[in-house]
């Protein structure tokens, strides 16, 4: 296992950061409006159902604190999403993680962070990954970051994009997500 941490730093590889429905945001096609809404007690849920074929952008941002100090703060290991498709099979899901870079007078510099992403079996292709077959039961997708590093810019902002193309009659809703991370322990 790399390691990009001082000698002696302990270092937990086993938080979750969870970012539910309500606070993920979204960039929708112009006919489209996102439904809040309440399955029971402790279970919400974002949802659209289509109005002809679209793609959406959903975005959550990573949570926490992050430190300056080179490798300490939050590190995210993986990304994870739940979410469900309906009636008719979604064209694409495709989950991304950037980061944003903001310096005073100076353009925006968007990258890719943390690698390629790595799907868990049940995910591994777009075929998998799409399928309304589920019915009621949320897809649970975890999506391994190729390359491990710790989000330590205090003016950079990482996130999660799940870019979702429906077709005319396909339901996508997500029950929520977000980062599975390492962080130093003192």
Known sequence: MPTDRPIGVPEARDGLLWVPPNLWGSVPHS???????????GDYKLSRTSAGAETHYLFAALPGVCRRTDATGIKPLAVILAYNVGVA???????????????DRVAVAVAAFGGVLVYDANHDTNAKRISSTSGNNPHVLLATLGAEQYQDSDS???TIELT????????????GGGFRVAHNTY
């Open 89 to 103: 099979d979604a064209t694409t899901i495709t989950p991304a993680v950037n980061r944003a870079v903001y310096v």
């Open 164 to 175: 979702v193309v429906i077709p005319n009659t396909s339901v996508f809703t997500l029950l």
């Open 156 to 158: 950079g902002l990482v």
């Open 31 to 41: 006919s489209t409006s996102w439904t809040l809404g309440r399955t029971a007690a």
